[in-house]
């Protein structure tokens, strides 16, 4: 398995401008996690779905996120407008069901917002 | 909900010696605690894990300590070597919750 994949790997934009972040989790992981990653905040968690459903989306900032799973090897994260304290690491994590344990992160999502 | 609290922020070592990092938590309903190693650039990948029905947990030079009673955990890394500098994390679940991440250790090991 090619492992969780994430694209773009890195986002140049202006503020104002839609910026769109794919996923695709590993085969068969029935859990999907989005995380942010900064300097100050660490890895905070955003949203999480299990078999495509939205759990809990407490993490996301504001009503300028939003995210979608609509099938089991796609999701998305949006955010519109972006800011420059969007600016960061995203990265998509997957695992076998919520209990499983182990996170399998892909490479990220590097954003910046001029 | 869970909060997870990882000391040091940095810490720095001389190649062979020993890294301890420690981490506290706060839901007493947590019993998965795993640690992720991150180097520079790359995505955080698990090292070790350990759930509440033990006290240790040992791979090679890596070992993770768990203390339920004091809401501790650590991190043990002995004879370091230059592959070991990274970013660490700690995190806690209850199995039911997704995980909450302490916010990293980054370890240097001087050559």
């Known amino acids: 398995d090619a492992g969780v994949i994430q694209s773009p790997r890195h986002e140049v934009t202006e503020m104002g401008q839609e910026v769109t972040l794919r996923c695709k989790p590993i085969?068969?992981?029935?859990?999907l996690f989005w995380y942010r990653q900064t300097m100050m905040r660490g890895l905070e968690l955003l949203i999480y779905?299990?078999?495509?459903?939205?759990?809990?989306d407490s993490g996301m900032p504001e009503d300028r996120f939003s995210a979608k799973m609509p099938n089991a090897s796609f999701s998305t994260l949006k955010i519109q407008p972006s800011e420059p304290r969007d600016s960061a690491v995203y990265f998509c994590?997957?695992?076998?069901?919520?209990?499983?344990?182990?996170?399998?992160f892909g490479e990220g999502s590097r954003l910046t917002v001029l | 909900g869970e909060n997870v609290e990882q000391h040091p922020s940095t810490l720095s070592v001389q190649e062979g010696d020993s890294a301890v990092i420690k981490c506290t938590y706060s839901?007493?309903?947590?019993?998965?605690f795993p640690w992720y190693k991150q180097e520079l650039g790359k995505r955080p990948q698990l090292i070790i894990d350990?759930?509440?029905?033990?006290g240790e947990k040992k791979d090679q030079r890596i070992a993770v300590t768990l203390n339920k009673t004091a809401k501790h955990f650590s991190l043990h890394i002995t004879e370091t070597q230059p592959e070991d500098s990274a970013v660490y994390f700690c995190?806690?679940?209850?199995?039911?919750?997704?995980?909450?991440f302490g916010k990293g250790t980054r370890l240097s090991v001087i050559a």
């Open positions: 085969s068969g992981h029935n859990s």
């Open positions: 994590a997957s695992s076998l069901s919520r209990q499983a344990g182990e996170l399998f």
């Open positions: 995190a806690a679940s209850s199995g039911n919750t997704p995980l909450v």
């Open positions: 350990i759930r509440s029905n033990v």
């Open positions: 839901d007493s309903a947590s019993n998965y």
């Open positions: 779905f299990n078999n495509n459903v939205p759990i809990d």
